[in-house]
């Protein structure tokens, strides 16, 4: 192999190699799951005679779309105040089912008091749903002595998203240990910035209650109204969830007058949208560099990879919507995410062990090349060639033009590789897709997701090209020939490279899995 080659891919591999270390350090985020979370807020106050159960239910946009359409008792495609009003107590009586307290051991029946039910404002035109229940539960005698109470928030057990446990007494002193007397979240409206990283997953108290204390005023948050009231409580505050869409894509979805320029330009801003989302980690483009580099890919292959990508991508971004219309209840959307990540990993750890194989295949070629070349050394030409065609020497150094054996590129792996890339859909986009469809426009909002697609595709195919350029630009560096003896390293290193990322990622998806 030439030294010129040798620059060509010696470089770049490196450059893979610490691609490949920003994505093991690159946090979970990605693809960040905001959107599709159901939180919890639970509120325990004991006074002597009374214990107050303040519980707030916020749910994001992806949920919150379903929900909606049990809502929408018309079927008019619209939830309408009257429809909340009317299913704020039905909804709340049947969340408390999930709802355990007990004294002493007996469970304590709880009376729902006042309720709320708000569709607030959420990313890309979608709206967010927060249900807000208030319970009472009447102590059979006054706090006299220790008495231990339990609460237990069963909901949704399945569901991802912030869990958290408040406490107070009113007129007694409670200590229960692993939650706060005081809410971080402000009853889930201002979320803290550590939400996606280290979220609270509060699920159960055990309260300890004795006699005596600070009186506090009645419980009555401005969310809630009392039941048999006309109206719905004043609207409250959509909580922010760290990581979750931003409202950036709110006015494609709300645009009125689609005029063709109105179309153009909301076009743009989605592809530019998809292109932002596909430079931040995620997508394989350290498995990308690394299988150009190992299988010495073209500006054609880097194209076709991008596009690959892409394709499966919006393919993903569909179907998951599908699911969220049809079975959103049935099946979470998010539950499919660790199970796609599984499937991706795995695809990549099998193109990473095919590359593998393949070098060995090739090592072994060139082993019974040399003893060919051995045997027959009597039969060389004139002028110092060996019978091998695509060998040559040049200042002392031999090496070949033509690709080594084992090296080559598969396009049915590549297209493997871009599957496996685009296989986790991006929640940006199917919030545009779904935005688009709440408004009554499925096809904008599918043009819309083929366009974020498109922008992804640019990026993506940008960077293999990118890549390939530069492998063309360092072949015409000067020959530094004491490097050749590593040449033979390289397609092993981005054949593991490839393979160390799969493990990664599969590893990866199976801790979000269990």
């Avoid at 009317?86 to 029946?109: E, I, N, Y």
């Avoid at 060996?386 to 049915?412: I, N």
């Avoid at 020959?479 to 990664?504: C, D, E, N, Q, Y």
Wanted: charged share 15%; aromatic share 4%.
């Amino acid at each position: 192999m030439s030294p010129r080659l040798l620059l060509r891919r010696l470089p770049l591999a490196a450059l893979a190699a610490l691609a490949a270390a920003g994505l093991l350090a690159a946090p979970a985020s990605a693809h960040p799951l905001g959107n599709f979370t159901i939180n919890h807020y639970a509120e325990i106050r004991v006074g002597e005679r009374l214990v107050q159960l303040d519980v707030v239910i916020d749910m994001a946009e992806i949920p919150a779309f379903t929900e909606q359409q049990r809502l929408d008792a018309n079927h008019d495609g619209t939830v309408s105040s009257d429809e909340l009003a009317t299913a704020r107590q039905p909804s709340c009586l049947a969340l408390a089912p999930s709802l355990a307290l007990t004294v002493d051991g007996r469970p304590m029946a709880m009376q729902l008091r006042a309720a709320g039910l708000q569709l607030l404002p959420g990313a890309g035109g979608l709206k967010t749903l927060r249900t807000v229940c208030e319970l009472d539960a009447v102590l059979e005698s006054p706090v006299e002595g220790a008495v231990t109470l339990t609460f237990e928030d069963r909901s949704y057990p399945d569901r991802i998203g912030w869990r958290e446990i408040v406490v107070s007494g009113d007129g007694t002193t409670v200590a229960a240990p692993g939650t706060e007397s005081t809410s971080p979240s402000a009853r889930l409206t201002h979320y803290p910035t550590d939400l996606l990283a280290q979220p609270l997953d509060e699920r159960r108290a055990t309260i300890s209650t004795r006699p005596g204390g600070p009186v506090l005023p009645h419980l009555v948050p401005p969310d809630a109204q009392a039941l048999g009231a006309s109206t719905n409580p004043v609207a409250g505050v959509a909580g922010a969830v760290p990581g979750g869409v931003g409202d950036e894509l709110a006015s494609l979805i709300g645009t009125e007058d689609l005029s063709f320029i109105a179309i153009v330009i909301s076009m743009l801003i989605a592809a530019g949208l998809g292109a932002i989302h596909a430079i931040s980690p995620g997508h394989g483009k350290t498995v990308m560099a690394a299988y150009l580099v190992g299988t010495q890919g073209t500006a054609r292959h880097a194209v076709v990879l991008g596009l690959t990508v892409t394709a499966s991508h919006t393919l993903g971004v569909v179907g998951l919507a599908l699911l969220t219309l049809v079975a959103g209840d049935l099946l979470p959307p998010e539950r499919l995410y660790p199970v796609l990540g599984l499937a991706s990993g795995l695809i990549v750890v099998a193109l990473g062990t095919w590359l593998l194989v393949q070098r060995v295949r090739g090592l072994r070629a060139r082993a019974a090349h040399r003893t060919a070349r051995a045997h027959g050394a009597d039969h060389a030409h004139d002028d110092g060639h060996a019978s091998d065609p695509g060998l040559h020497r040049h200042g002392g150094v031999e090496h070949r033009h033509a690709p080594e054996p084992g090296t080559t590129l598969s396009w049915r792996s590549l297209f493997a590789l871009g599957f496996a890339g685009g296989l986790v859909p991006s929640a940006s986009a199917l919030i545009l897709l779904l935005g688009a469809i709440s408004a009554g426009r499925p096809a904008y909002g599918l043009a819309l997701a083929i366009a974020f697609g498109l922008g992804m595709a640019v990026v993506l195919s940008g960077i293999g090209l990118l890549v390939v350029r530069a492998g063309r630009l360092l072949d015409h560096a000067p020959s530094l020939g004491r490097l050749v003896r590593f040449a033979p390293a390289v397609p092993w290193i981005s054949a593991t490279a490839v393979m160390a990322a799969g493990i990664f990622l599969t590893s990866q998806a199976l801790v979000q899995r269990f």
